[in-house]
């Protein structure tokens, strides 16, 4: 075949069950004490200090990550388990979460030595809660449109502009801004940006919120005005983030939060139409659990390709473009299957609850981290098209 | 991976000798005896049957490995069901003859039934290639209790006219009152569902091998093709199309190369395996209906002509989605499965590998 795309069939080592009974012990615990409630599907990934420390306190944190760093190197698999566990449980990651899959990884490879002594070892202990700054007003997906300058100054930077639909910022302890450090060439439009380590408590930041259509508060607009920049936060090469943009993606594309989002909206369905569902409901439940499947081990597979040091880059994007398409016409699913449960029967009001939830949220997933018009460039570019 | 498997490279070599699409495509059926031939020779045929019993004695996993290549040819040879007829055969301990065969039942719920006396008798209303085949290998219900295995020579049947809308031979098959050549019990956890299941997830082999192929051919027809003075591959219509294919050809590949990993490495039949198969054999099909309409859309009117071998996968993909158990029949299944073990369930029965 001339596009081949490689999606071997990737099983989970023995070690990867083993602690995912650990885990689920652990969440089972937690749940019991309290710290976050077992019916969650609508807190939606909530943000606490506590569980994010009990959860670095078991090393599941920056778990892939040198010893050195407060890391526990082990294999991008137990991670993949541990991140699949928390996400079915809607475990309240929120803090903790991005700095795992994607900032840490950067700050391994291109951060500064004194940055990854100051900073991993903190996210490890699930401490810090990081965001990401690449949007603006006049830049969503074309990212090398981005306006925000760095101006070199003595000893580092200073930074001018807005960011904007920043998740987390107003909690979050650090940012990864990608910023304007030159102007693009003619040769080519993407030079000229550079990725920092942005600390939120820098004086001239001003974090503005921007509630969402759920009633949430998740997006924030973050001004900088003459913020300081030490030259030690400068990720990797300056001007040159758009060599350093590509690889981590696939981690951040292929995971299993990438087609679990609204899963419990599928459990809650299995709880609403019984035990003994009709013909028409076993069938849309049997669908739906083979997709569900199916972009697991479409997941799992790219998971083994990145554990053992490939770079699936297509494959990534097509899970995430496959698997976000499921995750969102889910909820409206559901409601067609469970139309005919009648309104005052069993688990009906907390469906409903859910699916509402659900719902409302489910325009985002398509959108957040690559939307799936970029995804489909990426893959027509991978098939040979552009 | 692909270079490793030998098995699979000779299933390449022969077929794109003697069964490549362009070649056959206005050839009739002449192509057929010589490929079947140098197949059989190979030992592809007969795959999954130990050498004791006549057969190569390859891997489970390497007769799933030529039913992908075999899709990718869109191979209009009963090489699957003579695949599974040998398995089936040769697991119950029968000696397995030449030729061609085909395997009963392929769709749920039918029974054949065996007599006290030995005679079998029964109908089965779909039986891909019967008309080809020179044997048939069936499962069959023994008056009192248990499952037998029995070997029939194709002569025994009444077999009618008929055609998949793949244009392959699918016949109904009528039994009155046959004597078997072979009779052996069935071996532990082998039963119509078994053989279904098997069947589901050598079809979904197949039919991913297929979209593979169109995946290919509407990527280079997109490439060549110009129109408004480009190549339509420079339109982001048409490239966002052919994403989506590559999206439901992945899917294809990843639910049809588990379910046939699962089998290959399991004691038996077990919920794991039904998981499997069972979800593959939706997954592929739901990848079949949708990958079909997007490549055709690609092709334009040419891919509508007998002369463009677009048809042959295309036709094929819609027939095999029929055989040994549809989408919807699974999807209740599975459902059922599902429901009964409760909404707590779900998660750890997919998470269990």
């Known amino acids: 075949m001339a596009t081949e795309l490689t999606f071997d069939p990737v099983r989970l080592p023995p070690e990867c069950q083993t602690l995912r009974q650990e885990v689920r012990t652990f969440l089972a615990k937690e749940i019991e004490v309290g710290t976050f409630t077992a019916d969650g599907g609508g807190i939606d990934g909530a943000y606490s200090e506590e569980f994010s420390r009990k959860v670095g306190a078991k090393g599941w944190i920056g778990m892939t990550w040198p010893k050195k760093y407060g890391g526990r190197e082990r294999s991008f698999l137990e991670r993949y388990v541990v991140t699949e566990e928390f996400r079915v449980a809607n475990a309240p990651v929120r803090l903790h979460f991005v700095a795992d899959r994607q900032s840490g990884p950067v700050i391994i490879r291109y951060g500064s030595e004194r940055v990854k002594a100051d900073v991993l070892p903190r996210i490890c202990r699930g401490e810090v809660c990081f965001a990401i700054g690449m949007s603006e007003p006049n830049s969503g997906s074309d990212l090398f449109a981005a306006k925000t300058r760095a101006t070199k100054t003595k000893g580092g930077w200073l930074v001018n502009g807005t960011k904007i639909w920043t998740s987390n910022a107003h909690q979050a302890h650090y940012l990864i801004g990608l910023f304007r450090t030159s102007a693009p060439t003619k040769e080519n439009r993407r030079h000229g940006l550079t990725q920092f380590v942005v600390d939120m408590k820098t004086p001239g930041i001003t974090v503005n919120p921007i509630y969402q259509m759920t009633g949430l508060h998740d997006f924030n607009e973050v001004v900088f005005q003459d913020a300081f920049m030490p030259d030690d936060h400068v990720l990797g090469e300056v001007d040159g983030a758009w060599k350093q943009a590509t690889s981590e993606l696939a981690y951040e594309r292929s995971g299993p939060e990438r087609f679990l989002e609204t899963f419990y909206v599928l459990q809650e369905l299995v709880r609403v139409l019984g035990d003994k569902p009709d013909t028409r409901g076993a069938e849309g439940i049997g669908r739906l659990v083979a997709q569900v499947h199916a972009l697991r081990r479409m997941s799992v597979s790219v998971a083994g390709m990145l554990h053992a040091g490939k770079e699936p880059v297509v494959e990534a994007a097509i899970v995430k473009d496959v698997g976000t398409i499921w995750e969102q016409k889910l909820p409206h699913r559901a409601r067609d299957l469970a139309a005919f449960v009648e309104a005052g029967s069993a688990n009906r009001a907390s469906f409903e609850e859910q699916l509402q939830f659900a719902t409302m949220i489910a325009p985002k997933l398509t959108i957040q981290g690559g939307t799936t018009e970029v995804l489909r460039g990426i893959i027509a570019r991978g098939l040979g098209l552009r | ?353």
């Open chain 2, 1 to 353: 991976m692909e270079s490793e498997n030998l098995i699979a490279e000779t299933t390449r070599r022969i077929l794109g000798d003697l069964a490549d699409p362009q070649a056959i495509n206005k050839a009739g059926e002449a192509w057929k005896p010589p490929a079947w031939s140098a197949l059989e020779e190979a030992g592809l045929t007969l795959a999954w049957v130990p050498e004791d019993l006549g057969g190569a004695g390859a891997g489970i996993a390497d007769g799933f490995a030529v039913l992908r290549e075999a899709g990718r040819f869109a191979a209009a040879l009963p090489l699957a069901e003579t695949l599974l007829a040998g398995w089936l055969l040769s697991r119950a301990g029968i000696a397995v003859p030449k030729g061609a065969m085909t395997i009963g039942p392929t769709r749920d719920g039918e029974r054949l039934k065996l007599a006290a006396n030995g005679s079998l008798s029964g109908a089965l209303r779909s039986l891909p290639f019967a008309k080809d085949a020179g044997h048939l290998a069936v499962l069959a219900r023994r008056d009192g209790a248990g499952i037998a295995v029995a070997l029939l020579d194709a002569r025994q049947g009444r077999i009618s006219d008929g055609t998949s809308i793949g244009g392959d031979p699918l016949n109904a098959v009528t039994f009155d009152a046959v004597r078997p050549l072979a009779v052996k019990e069935a071996p532990a956890g082998v039963d119509e569902q078994a053989l279904l299941l098997m069947g589901a997830a050598a079809r979904s082999m197949q039919m991913s091998g297929a979209l593979e192929a169109i995946l290919d051919l509407a990527v280079a027809y997109a490439n060549e093709r110009v129109a408004f003075e480009r190549p339509i591959a420079k339109f982001q219509a048409v490239q966002h199309n052919l994403a989506r294919l590559a999206g439901e050809t992945a899917a294809a590949l990843a639910a049809a190369g588990s379910a046939a990993d699962a089998i290959a490495n399991a004691e038996t039949f077990d919920e794991a395996v039904f998981l499997e198969a069972a979800s593959a054999k939706i997954r592929v099909g739901e990848a079949a209906t949708e990958g079909a309409a997007i490549a055709h859309q690609v092709l334009g009117a040419i891919g509508f002509t007998q002369e463009h071998t677009l048809h042959r996968y295309t036709r094929r993909l819609w027939a095999w989605r029929d055989d040994f158990g549809s989408e919807s029949a699974w999807a209740v299944k599975l459902g059922h499965l599902v429901a009964a073990k409760g909404a707590d369930g779900l998660w750890p029965m997919l998470a269990a590998r």
